[in-house]
């Protein structure tokens, strides 16, 4: 079956700019992950979904980072006022409940020029 | 503070020889320890996990609780294991969900 999908694959964009990371999780997964992975260094834990909810967004960096996951399936990471420091690729991950195996997307390189 | 320190950020080794990827935790109290693996042009993928106790791919990994370690051996290499690998480490059961932390990972690249 289809495995875990992100879009779009690559985003470039210009300081101070607003953008939208989507993710589309397996389906019928109810738990959903984002993480962040600057050059160099292993995937870092931003927010996890169970259904609808964030149950834990303690990795989200600043005020400038917000997800939601209004219907419990896709998901929307979004950036405010972006800055050059937010270049990164964004990796979502999905599961079939809190303790399961992740299964990752292919990530979206984010490029704040 | 949760921690996960990989040494080694690349690792060479040929076809044939043994590999072992080492792999430091830091946490206070008794988490669950995991591999990651990503192969070229591929995405991120588990490879094996301490609670399972499994060989995947010929790899093994056993958990030393006294040294905090978690590292990843393999006897004999193949070609196809070059890929990056990520050790990684989250809270036990059941506080709360997997969230991972990672290390910085190992790229390992087995030579003919």
């Known amino acids: 079956g289809a495995g875990v999908s992100q879009t779009p694959s690559n985003k470039v964009t210009e300081k101070g700019k607003y953008v939208e990371l989507r993710c589309d999780p397996i389906?019928?997964?109810?738990?959903l992950y984002w993480y962040r992975q600057s050059l160099g260094q292993g995937p870092e834990f931003l927010i996890y979904f169970q259904g609808t909810g964030a149950a834990d967004d303690s990795g989200l960096p600043n005020d400038r980072f917000f997800a939601v996951r209004p219907e419990g399936s896709v998901s929307t990471l979004k950036i405010q006022r972006t800055e050059r420091g937010d270049s990164a690729v964004y990796l979502c991950?999905?599961?079939?409940?809190?303790?399961?195996?992740?299964?990752f997307g292919p990530g979206t390189r984010l490029t704040v020029l | 503070a949760q921690r996960v320190t990989q040494p080694e950020k690349l690792l060479s080794v040929f076809k044939g020889a043994p590999v072992e990827l080492k792999c430091n935790y830091s946490y206070s109290g008794s988490p669950e320890l995991f591999w990651y693996v990503q192969y070229s042009r591929q995405r991120l993928q588990l490879l094996l996990r301490?609670?399972s106790r499994e060989s995947i791919k010929g790899f093994t990994a056993d958990l030393n609780k006294g040294e905090t370690s978690f590292h990843l051996k393999k006897p004999f290499a193949q070609e196809e294991d070059s890929a990056m690998y990520y050790c990684a480490l989250s809270g036990p059961r059941p506080q709360g969900a997997q969230k991972l932390v990672f290390g910085q990972g190992t790229r390992l690249t087995i030579n003919p």
């Open positions: 301490h609670i």
């Open positions: 389906s019928g997964h109810t738990a």
């Open positions: 991950a999905s599961s079939p409940g809190a303790y399961n195996e992740q299964f």
